[in-house]
């Protein structure tokens, strides 16, 4: 490897290295003489000498002189300590993020003075902003769920599995998540077990039979709504405005009008099968019998059969009958 510098990258200077390469061929050296083999002066070489020390790479061993502690111990020891250090200044780094995301939102509704809605087209932008938003949200997320959806920004497939896994990781944040479903955010299959997982690890969902629109709410000071039909063509980006403040309270009444699909502690001895009970969860989610078949993996016929099933196990004759005496018994 000969005299070429590699300790640079645990904070040793060229000169001191040279100088610790020195005392490792040259045990017992003192100072005068190591400074004469590198053609400096003694006042240069103590300093160094002592800089090593502080390293952990060099011990004192009298007045002047110094001997090297063994390297496989002490640069190990100093890389260690070079990645904690390293590892702790990016630690700090990100307790600022949201000190950053702020001011650039701030920015952001800084440079759109002449209005708080910016209008998004195209489907890089509206992927970018919504993955944008859904890095930089910290306390609350707010949103009415229904399609059409827009893609994930990697082009990659929408799964249930994308979904959780994206949930949970806003969830580890401590993100408090409000989202009302309607019918139609049920027609990929799996979805209705999915939201319920969700909802057991801390989302909080609610149904309605009917939303007007798609909607996504960050932490009440960034918005996104669709201004027409389409997935990616006039996307409304809102600052904090009087409209955003309307929407947040229209959010609020839809959420009052929801229906919780989980939650309500179960009751194992009269517990359905779990068919039964799937049947009974859309149904209260405000499916019809195709969608509902759609789920099961059944015809609308066949779907229109198991629901009659149900209603007859229940003793009731209705489908709103049988929501309030599955609710009743503890079994949604």
Request: proline share 5%; glycine share 10%.
């Amino acid at each position: 490897m000969g005299d070429r510098s590699v300790l640079g990258a645990v904070g040793v200077t060229d000169f001191d290295e040279r100088l610790y390469r020195l005392v490792l061929r040259r045990p017992g050296g003192r100072t005068a003489d190591l400074a004469a083999e590198l053609g400096v002066g003694p006042a240069r070489v103590r300093p160094g000498l002592a800089r090593l020390a502080d390293a952990g790479l060099l011990r004192r061993a009298g007045p002047g002189r110094y001997e090297a502690v063994p390297p496989e111990a002490a640069i190990e020891w100093l890389v260690d300590r070079r990645r904690l250090e390293t590892e702790a200044r990016l630690a700090a780094v990100r307790t600022v993020v949201s000190d950053f995301a702020q001011l650039y939102h701030s920015g952001r509704l800084g440079a759109a003075r002449a209005g708080v809605v910016e209008v998004l087209a195209g489907e890089e932008a509206v992927k970018r902003v919504m993955s944008e938003l859904q890095r930089t949200v910290g306390v609350e997320l707010l949103g009415f769920d229904r399609p059409p959806y827009v893609g994930r920004p990697d082009d990659s497939a929408d799964t249930n599995e994308s979904e959780l896994a994206g949930t949970r990781q806003l969830l580890a944040r401590g993100v408090d998540i409000r989202v009302v479903y309607c019918p139609e955010s049920l027609d990929r299959p799996g979805r209705l077990e999915t939201l319920i997982r969700l909802a057991e690890e801390g989302e909080r969902s609610r149904f309605v039979a009917h939303l007007p629109f798609k909607l996504r709410i960050a932490d009440r000071k960034i918005g996104l709504f669709p201004l027409v039909d389409g997935v990616y063509d006039h996307i409304a980006l809102l600052h904090p405005s009087r409209l955003l403040d309307a929407l947040v309270e229209l959010f609020d009444v839809y959420w009052e009008r929801g229906r919780p699909l989980a939650g309500l502690p179960h009751v194992a001895e009269e517990r359905p099968a779990e068919e039964d009970l799937l049947v009974l969860r859309l149904l209260n989610a405000g499916l019809k019998d195709e969608a509902i078949g759609r789920h099961l993996g059944v015809s609308a016929r066949t779907a229109t059969r198991k629901i009659a099933a149900v209603l007859e196990r229940l003793g009731v004759t209705t489908r709103f009958q049988a929501g309030a005496e599955a609710a009743a018994r503890g079994w949604l």
